[in-house]
């Protein structure tokens, strides 16, 4: 009986082994071919995608989200003509929805009841408002400050006496009673203390939405002014809507930031063109310049040149 179980042991070992190297073997010979295609024979083969890191709090469901990647894909596909992207849910290229500081600024911003275009208009508008809220936050930040140093003064003073009471080891019913409307007053100046810090903290969230919009902005529309920064901790990155990684890991497009499905269109074309295989051109009409600065959901002339070029098409 030992021999066998130990016969059916000396078989499924090396099985397991010899499945999980073909799985492994299988999947890898799988991403080589897509990427010799992609390098060699450009777009004689579509280019697979799948979901990946879908995060809620942007508010799309995953069936509008597909409806808008299958609307970025026919921006290039009709066109051409070709079938240069396909959703598979083993895909190669994983599409991610990664929430952070871009779309949260927005996200304030549109509940603030602000519409974000990308022009000069709603730039200037939102320095306008930025100045306005950032001088309630100075005056907000020096009450707050002095309302903590009374806090202290006032929380000094009162453990002063309860140490006091307590070197003497006893208290008159007095000084007990006097001790207790002390601490009451304390929790309640305390308790309001905390609201305007709250407040306080929200708008310094909004202060900072503010910040990163008009960076955003300034980037998009080219313009040369100061940078503005945010309050607290620096963010320390550049402020990008999407981008494309091709690594030795796999491929990705990170989506950070949309205001609305048009964008989100654009930004998705924009960086399927770059998982194509195409860079940056100098048109500003064009889905492949470098700022999500346009309104067009369809190639302009520079950009179907460079296709054309990249597949071979006649």
């Not at 079938?83 to 991610?96: C, H, M, R, Y």
């Not at 601490?183 to 905390?194: G, I, N, P, S, V």
């Not at 503010?210 to 529309?221: E, H, I, M």
């Amino acid at each position: 009986m030992k021999k066998f179980f130990y016969a059916i042991i000396g078989w499924l070992i090396p099985i397991t082994v010899l499945t999980v190297l073909a799985y492994f073997f299988r999947a890898s010979l799988f991403d080589f071919k897509n990427r010799f295609y992609q390098r060699y024979l450009p777009c004689r083969e579509p280019i697979t995608y799948s979901l990946g890191t879908f995060d809620k709090r942007f508010g799309i469901s995953r069936k509008n989200f597909l409806a808008t990647l299958s609307v970025a894909e026919a921006i290039w596909e009709k066109p051409s003509g070709l079938n240069l992207f396909e959703l598979a849910p083993s895909g190669t290229l994983k599409i991610n929805l990664i929430y952070d500081y871009r779309q949260d600024a927005t996200i304030k911003l549109r509940e603030l009841g602000i519409t974000v275009n990308d022009d000069r208009a709603t730039y200037d508008k939102l320095t306008f408002d930025y100045a306005l809220l950032q001088k309630t936050y100075l005056s907000d930040k020096t009450a707050l400050d002095d309302q903590i140093a009374e806090l202290d003064r006032l929380t000094a003073a009162y453990n002063a006496k309860v140490a006091n009471l307590n070197r003497r080891g006893r208290a008159t019913p007095a000084e007990i009673e006097s001790l207790q409307i002390e601490k009451a007053e304390l929790d309640r100046l305390l308790m309001d203390f905390k609201v305007q810090q709250n407040n306080f903290n929200d708008k310094v969230d909004k202060l900072n939405a503010f910040a990163d919009t008009l960076n955003r902005l300034a980037q998009t529309l080219n313009l040369s002014v100061d940078k503005y920064n945010t309050i607290g901790a620096s963010q320390g990155r550049e402020f990008e809507e999407g981008t494309y990684v091709s690594s030795a890991t796999g491929e990705e497009i990170n989506i950070y930031q949309f205001d609305n499905t048009l964008k989100l269109v654009r930004v998705l074309a924009h960086e399927f063109g770059h998982a194509l295989g195409l860079e940056h051109i100098t048109s500003t009409k064009a889905i492949m310049y470098y700022l999500n600065n346009g309104v067009n959901e369809k190639l302009a002339p520079a950009d179907f040149v460079v296709l054309k070029q990249h597949c071979g098409i006649k």
